[in-house]
């Protein structure tokens, strides 16, 4: 079964648009943790944010924000206002204790940011 | 500092080869991962090294084995490449077990089996 569900597979929206890329997660664990990462064109991932399963308080950073509901699995993340560098794939991700936080990732979504 | 170190960026091999990717992680981190990101299959886990130990390891074959030197750095090898082995290899370095760190990732190494 697939642990992590990014449905969303590409999206494009104009710039300072509201964007949200949605996030899906399965697991039996209590404790795990989740994860967004970034990946520019450049290649390398870039670490947003960490979240852990006893921690439910959303998050903001500048125009970033996250949004963790454990009710309903998902862990969402929303980009207010975007802008241009935006742009790229961003994937979300789970590691659970129980699998020696093996770290194991959604398929991504593609996030193009229009001028 | 300097960030997560992959050499080479490119490569491209023959089928039935074999090789080698190396990485250097972050200086003071004891932690390397590396994953394999694919078109279709997205990004796999392949296996993490802390303090020379094998933590834990993906669903992959054989011919897929790494390695961490006392200094951190690793290495990865796969051997009797096929078509199915190109692919963008990445290796992230954090200070302890990955999972609850923060993992920073270097640009990767692009292999291409011919």
């Known amino acids: 079964a697939q642990k992590v569900t990014q449905a969303q597979t590409e999206i494009s929206v104009v710039e300072k648009e509201d964007v949200t890329l949605d996030c899906v997660y399965e697991?039996?664990?209590?404790?795990?943790?989740l994860f967004w990462y970034k990946q520019p064109p450049s290649g390398e991932l870039v670490f947003l944010i960490r979240?852990?399963?006893?921690?439910?308080q959303n998050e903001i950073s500048g125009r970033y924000s996250w949004n963790f509901q454990k009710s309903t699995s998902s862990f969402n993340f929303t980009i207010t206002a975007s802008q241009v560098v935006d742009s790229a794939v961003y994937f979300c991700?789970?590691?659970?204790?129980?699998?020696?936080?093996?770290?194991?990732f959604g398929k991504g979504t593609r996030l193009h940011i229009l001028p | 500092k300097a960030g997560v170190t992959q050499t080479p960026r490119y490569l491209i091999k023959t089928r039935g080869q074999q090789v080698t990717l190396s990485c250097s992680p972050i200086?003071?981190?004891?932690?390397v991962s590396w994953y394999q990101q694919t078109p279709g299959q997205g990004l796999q886990f392949l296996f993490e090294?802390?303090?020379?130990?094998?933590?834990n390891k993906g669903n992959f074959p054989g011919r897929f084995s790494g390695r961490q030197f006392s200094n951190s750095r690793s290495e990865m090898n796969v051997s009797t490449l096929e078509l199915g082995d190109s692919a963008l290899y990445l290796c992230?370095?954090?200070?302890?077990?990955?999972?609850?760190?923060?993992?920073?990732f270097g640009q990767g190494t692009r292999l291409t089996v011919v």
């Open positions: 992230a370095s954090s200070l302890g077990p990955t999972g609850d760190q923060e993992a920073f």
């Open positions: 200086s003071g981190h004891r932690s």
């Open positions: 697991t039996r664990d209590t404790t795990y943790y």
């Open positions: 979240r852990n399963s006893f921690d439910e």
């Open positions: 090294y802390f303090s020379e130990t094998q933590r």
């Open positions: 991700a789970l590691s659970e204790a129980s699998r020696d936080d093996k770290i194991i």
